[in-house]
């Protein structure tokens, strides 16, 4: 079983930048990020497998980067020109593969809220 912690979530106004960082217990393939605003679907962000391959959701691409550090089973996510529809509830995931739904992965955390005014 692997834990996943995440934290670094907050407040922002539009444009402004968020970092989220999330450690695990213990060694997975693949980890990433998925989000859920409220009265929402979830929906994927990023995944980074432990080689650095990396696949991003298209509403993120150019904004967001993901990375991570194998020494210490950890995972980021840098979130640049923050937008008021970025707001959600931001999960770390991870998983022995980088599976298509990163919601569905068999590790999850408890989340972090992220909120973006305009």
Do not use: H
């Not at 990020?33 to 959701?57: C, D, H, L, M, N």
Request: overall charge neutral; aromatic content about 12%.
């Amino acid at each position: 079983q692997v834990q996943l912690v995440e934290s670094g979530g907050g407040s922002v106004q539009a444009g402004g930048s968020l970092r989220l960082s999330c450690a695990a217990s213990g060694y997975t393939y693949c980890m990433g990020w998925f989000r859920q605003a409220p009265g929402k679907e979830r929906e994927g962000v990023a995944v980074i497998a432990s080689t650095g391959g990396t696949r991003y959701e298209d509403s993120v691409k150019g904004r967001f980067t993901i990375s991570r550090d194998n020494g210490k089973n950890s995972v980021f996510l840098q979130m640049n020109s923050l937008k008021p529809e970025d707001t959600a509830t931001y999960y770390c995931a991870a998983d022995s593969g980088c599976w298509s739904i990163i919601y569905d992965y068999q590790y999850k955390g408890q989340g972090t809220q992220v909120t973006v005014s305009s």
